[in-house]
């Protein structure tokens, strides 16, 4: 059955600690991405990688970090310095030569 | 800066009647359109795409109208029905990068 997963649902952090959400997808897609939504908002681009070990910023990158060593795997690090963090995060994956982005079904993180 | 601007932010429709959102785009290079379709707790799903070669496209009781010299399309949804109570997001993307820039979405209610 193939598709892309996150983990976890749904995920606490106290301020100040870092934490990492799993995006996998056994789509044998070449693009992922990360996506941060927030009520009454459209999704916002974090981060993509076109390709294993290269990942380029999104429009709000700054206090995430990323990486891109296996191409089934693309986890999301929301670090300390994210002002904001609490929000809706959208993993997706895309194939080299589509536009045709698929989405995972979210991890939403609170920070208490 | 929001590139995509769309509208309404909510919309109630009776059964059977049609729903109408809009979307304006200021990039003259994008040259995907694609529309999302996200029930609460899930990750959007891909409902109907348009490139911008053509003026409409039709997939079941779903529509894109295309205008490219106004820089709008628009998503039809045709015998609306309680199920497609839903948000709705438009995007847009350009070239080979396949970033695409979302709408801050439509909250559509159906009504029995």
């Known amino acids: 059955d193939g598709g892309i997963t996150q983990s976890p649902k749904y995920l606490f952090r106290k301020e100040g600690q870092n934490v990492t959400l799993s995006c996998e997808q056994n789509?044998?897609?070449?693009?992922m991405y990360w996506y941060r939504q927030d009520p009454g908002q459209g999704l916002r681009l974090i981060y993509y990688s076109q390709i294993v070990n290269d990942f380029q910023k999104g429009d709000i990158a700054e206090g995430y970090s990323v990486s891109r060593e296996k191409k089934e795997s693309f986890p999301l690090t929301v670090t300390s310095a994210q002002k904001n963090p609490t929000a809706f995060y959208l993993c997706?994956?895309?194939?080299?030569?589509?536009?045709?982005?698929?989405f995972g079904p979210g991890t939403r993180l609170t920070v208490l | 800066q929001q590139q995509v601007k769309q509208s309404p932010q909510s919309l109630i429709v009776q059964k059977g009647g049609i729903s109408i959102i809009n979307c304006a785009y200021e990039n003259t290079a994008f040259d995907y359109f694609p529309w999302y379709q996200q029930f609460p707790g899930k990750g959007p799903a891909l409902l109907i795409a348009i490139r911008p070669d053509v003026s409409e496209k039709k997939e079941g009781r779903f529509t894109i109208s295309f205008n490219k010299s106004a820089k709008q399309f628009s998503l039809h949804i045709m015998d609306s029905q309680p199920g497609d109570s839903a948000t709705y997001f438009c995007?847009?993307?350009?070239?080979?990068?396949?970033?695409?820039?979302f709408g801050s979405g439509t909250q559509l209610t159906v009504l029995p």
């Open positions: 997706a994956s895309s194939i080299a030569s589509n536009n045709e982005q698929f």
């Open positions: 995007a847009a993307s350009k070239g080979s990068a396949r970033q695409l820039t």
């Open positions: 789509l044998n897609h070449d693009a």
